[in-house]
Structures are given as structure tokens and as C-alpha cells.
């Protein structure tokens, strides 16, 4: 059987996820536009996501 | 004399006679067909045309005996039996049903011994113009092919009688009998040894036990106990099922089948499931015309793993269903001797659960209050039902399983091309219930930070006790001024939002004033406990990256480099004032992070979870409106390394309370009076004692808690609130929570963790994600406000574990917990342990707590656990025990409450249970069980009774050797020798000891304990005189 294929998701935080790709993605969530394996994708989110805090934190702190 | 010839039984025979051993007082197998003759045929004439049914059929003239351990039906002559009438048209009309329904109810109700002929029960009952035959019959000599041939029989004698013409019946080329003996000779040595071996295959690897959302535990042994729940389909649901199965290349019993293996599959969360199906067990012409026992079980594997499409899935079940009917003429008896040979009473063997579609017959008017399977559907094309077991399922739950089949059936047919997890269990109305009602609302509104809360609180009881620890007692206002100075030296060096401060403290004042001065700088607290290992200490504090470490001079050395050093002078040159925006580094939000705490998974490194201000201000708010205590004192006993102690140090805080610093064992623990809150974990009872106690509330969390472990510390204590509290660290020290009030009752095993706080969205779902009915087990998922924000600097495993949730606002993540729990009918919720470390042993998944909860009720055992334990290679479980118990009262306890695959095979005493430093039962260091004492483990039996079954044992299963401790199935008994070795046991010792006592007892020394039992029992009824008699009897005897 074909491994499972999963996206990488982010929301309006810029907050990262992996999301099952034959599923329904949930309102407010957005394809980030990496798609493969479980493990490729998060080791996708473990290089791009480098600042963990969300965006509004962000935006204020800078 | 009646002359009578005896055959060897069927296999279908034995293994009917078998089941029925089990509760041969009950009616299970009773079979009930009516008839009404045609108006004409008067009484005589009726039961004349009985009896030359009878005449014909060799099975309606036999019974069955064990004949020396071996089971044989008896075929008697034909003589002509009267048939009892009644003539109920004297009576008023209204009366006239009733009679006959009593009747009716009570003819089907009555148990027919399998061993005296017989096997059925007969009544002629006129209610008008015709008379009513009323035909009970055992299922040992009657299918439901049988029947059919009945009626059609009776009809073509009656017709003859009315007519004066021959009957038109079949002739009987053989007799049930013959096809008995042709059964044995077929289905012996390579041939049966070859179709054993397909189904051997067939079944490898299946679950023992399909995990149905049960009400109850299984009892320790399975009796008949059922009931039917009534249902019709929807209109045109056959006809469309007939379309779908013909484009199939499939039948309509097919699509059921399918249908019901879904179901069976969401409600039980397996993949693997295994249905009995049965086959007419007529392959021959021969046979066809006869009455008797043909049928036989099939078990029906169903593989619904990889989420496949209706459609997929109708193939699947239909090739298995081909092949399994190929091989439908092996006994099932043998499959189960073969399969699983040390049956466990409590559990029926292969499959549990079973669907039959009979579209023409009706269903029996009688409902028998019995049950073969834990549910089994009967599908006809008018009325259908399912039938359950009362023991395991309430009525509420089996109408909701026959719902749920319905709308899951309903919506495949419609479209089969939707994936099996895709298929609707729930209507709207429960949706909404599981999805909003019973999930919370997960916030309340805009939250401050921690800090404001503190400084609301300091400015308003400046003057209360708010720190006491040993001869230390510091005021609102003295704590809140030594936290502001030390925060402005803290900010001087660096500390601010988004950064971290590690806290290498002891538990002592200056923890506090850190603690709170970590916050108010804006920065997030890491507990460092100075109690772990070096190691430890030095990658927590690498991982955590703190911008400063505080330590006091006694502990500076533990964390190396250049800390800073509380020597109380710290600061004191600062202003006390609170800090404001302006004084820290950035402002400070709701949203940056107060604290980092390190858990340790299961698996891999410890973590650092991210809780922020707004998650634990959530929590705090909850905590305050439910614990009222937290107003008074609480005693902070635990490291702040572990969440579970945030309430009692931060709670009381917020809410005009006294924190008391002291080890739970310490006297300054219990100086200054009881507390008024206290939070503990389940090891921690057995601790508080009547000065530690608190007054006002209890709250116990951080592990799964029984209601047997409370029960000695609630009657001591009736006027005190107890909570239980539930919540992993990412979710902020409790999510969901139980409020026992003082007087409520409360249940013996696992107790609830109840509903979720005010600021956490809790959902229950499948592995496809999709809310799982009441009552069935899902995985714990929380979302909402108290949701963190995720690992320090772990990007891929935050991503990993909190995941996009598709049902509340858009957005929005949910932790997913790895928990199992189930919900209630009223929406409560019941923890069931971890998903990753489910417990399972030959198989059958165990629930720890279940066993430790009956240990627990043993009066003589103050602290229980069991573990699973793999020490020899096979795991098994073994039991530890705090207290004077005996180990063979708490095995014959155990066995009396638990099913026998969750008995303990060792025991183990102890002092007491060890502990981790945050106080849970630390299960690596449960020591393993001395190997058994006599080196291969051979207890020699004991007594007259042990001797007896063990000599019985050893020469009916030809093994030299048999101990006390030596089980009968273990040895390689199979049901057939268990009937020989009862029977040479009954003629030894003479006393009524029925079937089942093996199955329930097959280990020696029970099995003796039982014998010895059922002779104190008959002594018991006699008299004096006759136990005098038989004792001058006995020395009588010669010797």
C-alpha cells in the first residue's frame, strides 16, 4: 500500500502542522506548499519554522 | 420397555451440548415454531398429525447423554405422545390473548434437559375455528431449516387427514443418525487436520476480543443473559441493497455484512474484525429433507484497515465470505480447540459478535431474555433485531448500536464510494452534542497576564500571610516588593519576554520570590529540580537556553557556570515598585510565555512545553471559581518542576491564599493546622493523614485514580470536596476535571475525569479524526485557551502533536493528547489510559487499573499495582501489593471478580509502592518476581481433592506430571476431554458438579478448592442423623 501523503499547513499565526493531503483542510488553515511523506514533512517544518513564536507576538515584539 | 440405540452425537450436537453445559438451566437454545392447523382438523387428528412427524424423524426422538466422557445421542422407538390441549374458546375474548401469549411465553421459556426425552414440548390451543400448535424444540435436534421441513410436514399430514389421500412427503433415504456417523468418519485424521489448518491460518494474528464499547467489564464468566431491541429498516433500504449487491457481483447478505464490519470497526477503533456467519451445514441431497442439527458457525474475518471505500470493502467481504464457506463444514468446536484451546470463560471464543439475514422467516413472537453472542443482528425483510447481552450492554446502548447501523448502512449504500471513515454514525443533534456542547466553550474572553493578577491581588490583601515556610512568614506586600526588586536586577541582566530564567532552587522562600520575579521581569520560568542527576541538570539547562540561572549559594554548584546568586542582599538596592512596561526589556502580553516545564515522553529527550500568560491565567480563572480553598491555605509538597503544582502555588497566589512550603512528610507540613486545599497524586493517599488533611477541597491528579483508592480517605473526611483532575502539560496543568461533592456517592472502579475546564475545548476522535459516539473509545484531543504554544525549539514535533483543528474557530490548533477516554451517556468523561502503551497480554488488551482497582478492595491490601512484565520472554502480568494479604486470598479474590486473562500470575509484596520524585508510582523500579520456588515450578498437589484432579488430569491428558498449580487447557485439554475428566471426577467423588466449574476453574487447586466447596455445601443439607448414618456406613465398610 502507498505510504500516506501528508501537507505541510500553516494558519494566519504562521503557526506550522502537517495535514493527511486526502483530507478536507480546516477553515483558516493554508497550504504551505510542501507535500510527502509524514517524516518529509515535518522535517520540512523543522527547517522552515524557525521562529516558534506566532505572528502577532511577533509583529509587537519587532 | 421402550427400546432405545445410541450413535455417536454430531459435532453440531457437541457443541451445543457444550455451550448449554455452561447454563444448562437457561432456555438459550430453545427453538419455538407455531403452527395453526386448518379449520377442520380437530385435536385427535392435530396430534395424530405430530405424531406421525415424529414417526418420521429420528431427531424429534432423540436426547443426548455422556456416556462415559463421551457424548452420544439416544434414538428411541417410536411411541405416540399425548399432546396436552387447551380450549380457550369458553373464555372471553380479551382473556383469550392473554392466556395464549402466557402460554406461548411460557412453553419457549422453560428449559429442556438435553438428557431425558423428548427434546421438545408440545400444546394444541384453540382460540377460534382452527387449532394452534405451539412447538418448542431444542436446537441440539432442530435448525431452522427444520422448520421449515416441520410446517411443510404438518401441512401435507393435515391436508391428507382432511382429504383421506397420501401424505405428500419425501422419503428419508437416511436418518440424522447416519449422517452423524458419516460426519466423524468424513471429518477425521489428515482431513480434519487439514481444514484445521486453513482455519488455523485463516484466524493467525486476529483479536481475540473485538473491542465493543461495552457498559460494563466483563464478568468473570458468561452466562446467557440477553435481550432483543426491535427494529425496522427504511423503507426500500433492502431493495436498494439488492441493487447495490447485484452490481457487486455480491449479495444482499453481503452488503449487511460489509455494513456491519464497518460499524464494528468505528465503534471498536480495530481494523481486524471477526463476525460469525453460519452455514445450513446440508451440502448433501441426503440430508435435506431430514430435521436435526446441521448448522454450523463460520467466523467471518474482516479486514477494514487502510481506510477503504464501501465498495472496497463489499469485495473483501465477499471473498472472504466465499472462502470461509468453502471450509464452512469444518466443526467449529475444532476451530476453537485448535485456535484457542485455553478458553477464558469470560469471553465468548472466536468471534463475539455475529449477523444473520433470514428475509423471509419472521422473527420468533417469543423473545427468550437469552443471547448466544454480545450482539448479534437477525435482518428480515419485515421486523429485525438485534440480540445482546445484558451483562455487558444497557438497552440504551444496543438501541444506539442498532441506530448507528442503520444510518451507516443507509448512507453507504447511497454512495459506496465514500471511505468507511467517512460514513456517518452520529445525526446531527449528537454532532452538535460532541462537538459543542460537551466539547466547552474553550475561553472566556480577553486574559490578563499572571502578573496582573498577583499585583491586583498583593494590592488588595497587602497584609495577608501569603508565604509560610519553616519560621519564614512573608506578607502580600513583603513578597510582592522582594519579587519587584529582584525582577528589576533580572531585567538589569538581560531577562525580559521571550526569553527564559532557569530556577536551580530549593524549596524555599527565595523560590517563590523568584518564581514571581521571573514573571514580572516578563520572562518564562524553567524549574530546575535540584534533586535530578547531574546529566539531567546540564541538558536542561543546554535545551532550555536560559538568559540567566538563579540559584542559591547552597546549589550554585549544581548548575555550574555563572549564575545568579540569591544571598537575600539580591536587589535590595532596587525599588520595590511594580514594574511597569517601561521598566522591562519589551512589553509584556498575554501571549509570551510564563513558564517552560520539561516533560519526559516515553519515547526520546525530554521537552520543554511553552505555556503562555493567557493560557495559564485560563486556567488560574477556572481554578479560583472551583476550588474555593485556594483562598485559604495550601501546602506546596511537590517540585515546581511538575505542573500538577502550579495550582497550589500560583492558584493561591491569585486568590488571597497562603502558600505552606514544607515536604509532605515533613513536620512543617502539618504546622499551622490543616490546609484548606491540598493537590496530590493517586500514590500520595495513603500520606494524609487527619493533620494533613485539607478542610475544603482535594484535588488529585497526574494519575488515572479508583474509586477503591478514595473510599478509606472520603469516609474519614465526608465534609471535603474531592477533584479529580486530568491534563497533559501542553493543555496547562488540568483540562478537564470531576467534582466529587461532599456526600455524593461514588462508584467503585476507575473514577470519571469529568468535563472540561472553562478555558479547554476537549474532543473525543477516531484515527480518521471524526468524533466518536458516546460511549466508544476515542482519542483525547484539546483545544481552546489553555492549549500551549508548543515545544522550546522543536519545531517538527509541535507541528507533530498539535495539529489544524477542524471544528472550532478557523484557525485554531488542538493537542493531540496520545490519552484514551470515553464519554459517558451524560457526557462525562472516563480516562482509559494511554493510546501508545495499551497493554496486552496472549492478545487480549488489559486495562491495568481494572486489576488494580479489585486488588485494592481486598481489605488487606492498602496499595496496589500491576504491571506487565516480560522478564522470561512471554509477557505476563504481575501484581504488587502493600499489606498483609495473603497471596492465595488475593488470587481466589481476583478470580472471583476479573476474567481469568486478567489474574495476576505472580504476586509480589512490598512496603511500599515506589515513587517517582513528583510522587507517581515509578513502574521501572518495580522489582521483578522471584522466580518460581521449586525451579520449574512444580507445586506437588496438596490435598485429597488436589491429588484427585490431578490423578484425573494426568490420565485423561496422558502427562506424567500434573501439579496443583498445572491448568487443564494449559496441559492440552480441549472440551471434550474436560467432559471426560468431570465425568470420572462426579463418579469418584459423587457430587453434582456441573461443566462450567472446568471452564471457570481448570487450574488443579481451584478446580479442588470448588470440589471441596460443593461437599461442604451437600454435608450441609443433611441431617444430623443422616451424617450419622453415613458415618456408621463408612466404618462398616470393610477396609
Not at chain 2, 406461548?104 to 382460540?127: G, S
Not at chain 2, 431444542?138 to 389421500?165: C, M, N, Q
Not at chain 2, 449504500?413 to 452534542?433: G, I
Not at chain 2, 478492595?857 to 516480560?870: F, G, L, M, N, S
Request: charged content about 25%; hydrophobic content about 45%.
Amino acid at each position: 500500500m502507498a505510504e500516506p501523503r501528508f501537507l505541510v499547513v500553516r494558519n494566519d499565526e504562521e503557526q506550522y502542522s502537517i495535514w493527511s493531503a486526502d483530507r478536507d483542510l480546516p477553515a483558516g488553515w493554508h497550504d504551505a506548499g510542501f507535500a510527502g511523506s509524514r517524516e518529509e514533512c515535518l522535517a520540512h517544518v523543522e527547517a522552515v519554522w524557525t521562529d516558534l513564536r506566532p505572528r502577532s507576538v511577533r509583529e509587537v515584539s519587532s | 420397555m421402550t427400546r432405545e440405540w445410541t450413535f455417536p452425537a454430531s459435532f453440531a450436537q457437541e457443541r451445543v451440548w457444550l455451550a448449554n453445559q455452561l447454563d444448562p438451566g437457561s432456555p438459550v437454545y430453545n427453538v419455538s415454531t407455531p403452527w395453526r392447523f386448518p379449520a377442520g382438523v380437530d385435536a385427535a387428528t392435530a396430534a395424530e398429525v405430530v405424531d406421525r412427524v415424529v414417526a418420521r424423524h429420528e431427531a424429534l426422538r432423540t436426547h443426548l447423554r455422556a456416556d462415559d466422557g463421551a457424548l452420544v445421542q439416544v434414538v428411541r422407538e417410536h411411541e405416540p405422545v399425548a399432546i396436552p390441549t387447551e380450549d380457550l374458546r369458553d373464555r372471553p375474548e380479551a382473556e383469550r390473548a392473554a392466556r395464549f401469549a402466557a402460554l406461548r411465553t411460557e412453553l419457549a421459556h422453560t428449559p429442556i434437559p438435553l438428557d431425558a426425552p423428548p427434546l421438545w414440548r408440545a400444546r394444541l390451543v384453540r382460540l377460534d375455528d382452527a387449532w394452534l400448535l405451539l412447538f418448542v424444540v431444542h436446537h441440539a435436534v432442530f435448525d431452522s431449516r427444520s422448520a421449515v421441513l416441520l410446517v411443510d410436514e404438518l401441512a401435507a399430514f393435515s391436508r391428507a387427514a382432511l382429504t383421506g389421500a397420501s401424505a405428500a412427503v419425501p422419503e428419508l433415504p437416511i436418518q440424522y443418525a447416519d449422517f452423524a456417523a458419516w460426519q466423524r468418519d468424513q471429518l477425521a485424521g489428515a482431513e480434519l487436520d487439514r481444514q484445521l489448518d486453513f482455519w488455523k491460518r485463516h484466524l493467525a494474528g486476529a483479536p481475540a476480543v473485538t473491542r465493543l464499547p461495552l457498559d460494563r467489564p466483563r464478568p468473570a464468566q458468561l452466562g446467557f443473559a440477553g435481550d432483543e431491541v426491535r427494529f425496522d429498516l427504511p423503507d426500500g433500504l433492502l431493495d436498494r441493497i439488492g441493487q447495490l449487491a447485484a452490481g457487486a457481483a455480491a449479495t444482499p447478505y453481503m452488503v449487511l455484512l460489509a455494513g456491519f464490519a464497518a460499524l464494528l470497526s468505528r465503534i471498536s477503533g480495530d481494523t481486524d474484525v471477526v463476525v460469525g456467519v453460519s452455514t445450513a451445514g446440508r451440502d448433501t441431497a441426503e440430508v435435506m429433507p431430514l430435521i436435526g442439527m446441521f448448522v454450523n458457525p463460520v467466523a467471518l474475518r474482516c479486514d477494514v484497515g487502510g481506510d477503504p471505500s464501501f465498495t472496497e470493502l463489499l469485495g473483501r467481504v465477499r471473498d472472504g465470505l466465499v472462502d470461509a464457506m468453502e471450509h464452512g463444514q469444518t466443526p467449529f468446536q475444532r476451530i476453537v480447540e485448535a485456535i484457542d484451546p485455553q478458553r477464558d470463560p469470560s469471553v465468548q471464543p472466536i468471534f463475539q459478535t455475529s449477523l444473520n439475514f433470514i428475509p423471509d422467516s419472521g422473527l420468533d413472537p417469543v423473545e427468550l431474555g437469552t443471547t448466544k453472542d454480545d450482539l448479534a443482528f437477525d435482518v428480515t425483510a419485515g421486523q429485525s433485531r438485534l440480540v445482546y447481552r445484558t451483562d455487558l450492554f444497557d438497552r440504551s446502548t444496543a438501541e444506539s448500536v442498532v441506530t448507528r447501523y442503520v444510518r451507516l448502512l443507509d448512507a453507504a449504500v447511497t454512495d459506496p464510494q465514500r471511505p468507511v471513515s467517512a460514513l456517518p454514525l452520529l445525526d446531527d443533534a449528537e454532532r452538535e452534542l460532541v462537538l459543542d456542547v460537551w466539547a466547552g466553550a474553550g475561553t472566556a474572553g480577553p486574559l490578563p497576564t499572571v502578573v496582573d493578577e498577583v499585583q491586583r491581588q498583593a494590592a488588595a490583601t497587602p497584609d495577608a500571610t501569603a508565604l509560610v515556610c519553616a519560621d519564614v512568614r512573608l506578607t502580600y506586600a513583603e513578597l510582592n516588593t522582594a519579587a519587584n526588586r529582584l525582577a528589576r536586577v533580572l531585567v538589569a541582566r538581560g531577562a525580559g519576554p521571550e526569553t527564559r530564567v532557569a530556577l536551580a532552587l530549593p524549596r524555599a522562600p527565595e523560590l517563590l520570590v523568584a518564581v514571581l520575579a521571573v514573571l514580572k521581569a516578563g520572562a518564562a520560568y524553567v524549574p530546575v529540580d535540584t534533586g535530578y542527576p547531574a546529566g539531567r541538570i546540564a541538558y536542561l539547562l543546554s535545551d532550555a537556553e536560559p538568559a540567566l540561572v538563579l540559584a542559591l549559594p547552597e546549589t550554585a554548584a549544581l548548575v555550574g557556570g555563572d549564575p545568579v546568586l540569591l544571598d537575600g542582599e539580591t536587589g535590595a538596592d532596587r525599588s520595590g515598585a511594580d514594574l511597569t512596561d517601561a521598566d522591562r526589556t519589551a512589553p509584556l502580553r498575554a501571549d509570551h510565555p510564563a513558564y517552560v516545564l520539561y516533560t519526559s515522553g516515553s519515547t526520546g529527550r525530554p521537552k520543554g512545553v511553552v505555556v503562555e500568560h493567557r493560557a495559564l491565567a485560563a486556567y488560574l480563572a477556572w481554578a479560583r471559581d472551583t476550588y474555593p480553598g485556594l483562598a485559604g491555605t495550601t501546602l506546596l509538597h511537590s517540585p515546581v518542576s511538575f505542573d500538577l503544582t502550579v495550582t497550589g502555588l500560583l492558584g493561591p497566589l491569585t486568590a488571597g491564599g497562603t502558600v505552606r512550603l514544607a515536604a509532605i512528610d515533613s513536620p512543617q507540613a502539618r504546622a499551622g493546622g490543616r490546609p484548606s486545599f491540598l493537590k496530590v497524586t493517586p500514590s500520595h493517599l495513603p500520606l494524609l493523614d487527619a493533620e494533613l488533611s485539607p478542610t475544603t477541597d482535594l484535588v488529585i491528579g497526574g494519575e488515572a485514580l479508583t474509586g477503591e483508592q478514595l473510599a478509606g480517605w472520603r469516609a474519614t473526611h465526608p465534609d471535603v470536596a474531592v477533584v479529580n483532575e486530568y491534563g497533559p502539560t501542553e493543555a496547562t496543568v488540568g483540562c478537564v476535571a470531576a467534582r466529587i461533592g461532599p456526600g455524593e456517592p461514588m462508584a467503585a472502579g476507575p473514577v470519571p475525569i469529568g468535563r472540561p475546564t472553562a478555558g479547554a475545548r476537549v474532543y473525543l476522535l477516531d484515527a480518521a479524526l471524526n468524533p466518536v459516539p458516546p460511549g466508544v473509545v476515542g482519542e483525547l484531543y484539546v483545544a481552546g485557551d489553555q492549549l500551549a504554544r508548543g515545544y522550546l525549539r522543536r519545531p517538527a514535533l509541535t507541528a507533530e502533536r498539535f495539529l489544524p483543528c477542524p471544528y472550532g474557530p478557523p484557525g485554531q490548533r488542538m493537542y493531540r493528547t496520545g490519552d484514551l477516554a470515553r464519554r459517558r451517556a451524560d457526557g462525562t468523561l472516563d480516562y482509559l489510559g494511554r493510546r501508545d502503551d495499551q497493554v496486552k497480554v496472549r492478545g487480549m488488551r488489559i486495562e491495568l487499573g481494572e486489576i488494580e482497582s479489585v486488588m485494592l478492595a481486598h481489605p488487606e491490601v492498602r496499595e496496589a499495582a500491576v504491571a506487565v512484565r516480560a522478564d522470561s520472554g512471554e509477557p505476563t502480568l504481575v501484581g504488587y501489593h502493600v499489606g498483609t494479604a495473603e497471596e492465595a486470598h488475593l488470587v481466589a479474590e481476583l478470580a472471583r471478580e476479573l476474567p481469568a486473562h486478567l489474574v495476576p500470575t505472580a504476586f509480589v509484596r512490598l512496603d511500599a509502592l515506589p515513587l517517582t520524585p513528583n510522587g507517581k508510582l515509578d513502574r521501572a523500579a518495580l522489582p521483578a518476581p522471584a522466580a518460581a520456588a521449586s525451579g520449574d515450578g512444580h507445586v506437588p498437589p496438596r490435598t485429597d481433592a488436589e491429588i484427585l484432579v490431578a490423578e484425573v488430569y494426568a490420565d485423561i491428558l496422558q502427562v506424567e506430571k500434573v501439579g496443583a498449580h498445572d491448568d487443564f487447557f494449559a496441559l492440552g485439554g480441549n472440551s471434550l476431554r474436560g467432559m471426560r475428566a468431570m465425568a470420572r471426577i462426579r463418579a469418584e467423588v459423587d457430587v453434582d458438579l456441573p461443566m462450567r466449574a472446568l471452564f471457570s476453574s481448570p487450574v488443579v487447586a481451584d478446580l479442588a478448592a470448588v470440589i471441596e466447596q460443593r461437599i461442604t455445601a451437600e454435608l450441609d443439607q443433611l441431617s444430623d442423623t443422616e451424617v450419622a448414618a453415613l458415618l456408621a456406613a463408612e466404618k462398616d465398610t470393610p477396609a
